[in-house]
């Protein structure tokens, strides 16, 4: 049976209660067709997000990686487009990014490896950590085949389910 690692967020500044990280954990040991789902909520901290991501394809070495991430946005959007950029907003430890660029030398832009098409995307994952554990997975995690991120809105725990749900039955060839 494939892995599917789904990944949500903690709280963070602003947001107490993450639906991304209610998605992440209720997900977690399910089947979706052929596919068994490992769900990790991964704090909201420059520094400790991108190692917790690693540890955990290491831990499940999945097929695919759907990350979910929370915005004030009226519909769920797969993210198309990962930069390399990151704002100075604190993150749940009160930290901010080391710098505006998340990898000194990476490029510009990587897009995801999701199937995507004919669902509703958005080209900007936004400039705090959202964006920048989509840009660390597109760029240091190719050996994950499919791998992208998937913004709900705050209340977007149903939702979020239902956009995963379409996203694996692609993966299986089948009409999402």
């Known amino acids: 049976m494939a892995v599917v690692l789904v990944t949500g967020f903690g ?11 209610r998605l992440a954990t209720l997900v977690d040991g399910a ?3 052929s596919w068994q789902v490992a769900g ?8 400790r997000a ?13 097929q695919a990686l759907v990350m979910f991430g929370v915005a004030s946005r009226p519909r769920v959007e797969i993210e198309s487009v990962a930069r390399n950029h990151a704002e100075p907003r604190p993150d749940c430890d009160g930290c901010l990014p080391t710098g505006t660029l998340l990898v000194d030398d990476g490029p510009a832009e990587l897009l995801t490896t ?3 098409e004919g669902l509703s995307c958005s080209q900007s994952a936004g400039t705090y950590l959202c964006n920048a554990l989509f840009y660390q997975a597109q ?4 050996q994950v085949p499919h791998r ?4 709900v809105p705050l209340e977007g725990l149903w939702v979020g389910m239902r956009c ?5 039955r692609r993966l299986e060839g089948r009409p999402g």
């Open 11 to 21: 709280p963070f500044p602003g947001v107490a209660d993450n639906a991304s990280g």
């Open 31 to 33: 089947h979706f067709g």
């Open 40 to 47: 990790r909520v991964v704090e909201t901290s420059w520094q």
């Open 50 to 62: 991108w190692p917790a991501l690693q540890a955990a394809v290491e831990a499940t070495r999945p």
């Open 114 to 116: 999701l199937p995507a």
């Open 139 to 142: 760029l240091h995690l190719p």
């Open 148 to 151: 992208g991120f998937v913004h």
């Open 164 to 168: 995963l749900g379409a996203l694996l």
